[in-house]
Nanobody, 118 residues
């Protein structure tokens, strides 16, 4: 199993970024996928999840209305579109695979840094 994030960078407040996570080594379309983030000095937190067929997404209150998770099962890729970015969104962003039936994540990518700064 491999998860590889890309698309991070430095952006000004109010800007946008789209992160990608390319998955391999498992049946991607059968798993719920998630994005988490970890800011300096803080615990890792869940950003949101997307179900197998993209029928349902859930988001943390801090990003609701600004971030959108989507997936392309034909490309084995999950995306995180981030709009109206704020300095407090600065963090390392990770994609992860959710285990079946329980609220745990068993595989993680290496992370991609997002910095929101003027």
């Amino acid at each position: 199993v491999q998860l590889v994030e890309s698309g991070g960078g430095v952006v000004q407040p109010g800007g946008s970024l789209r992160l990608s996570c390319a998955a391999s080594g498992f049946s991607f379309s059968t798993y719920v996928m998630s994005w988490h983030r970890q800011a300096p000095g803080k615990e890792r937190e869940l950003v949101g999840t997307i179900t197998q067929s993209s029928g349902s997404t859930n988001y943390a209150d801090a990003v609701k209305g600004r971030f959108t998770i989507s997936r392309d099962n034909a490309k084995n890729t999950v995306y995180l579109q981030m709009n109206s970015l704020k300095p407090e969104d600065t963090a390392v962003y990770y994609c992860s695979r959710k285990r079946f039936g329980i609220d745990q994540y068993d595989y993680w990518g290496q992370g991609t840094q997002v910095t929101v700064s003027s």
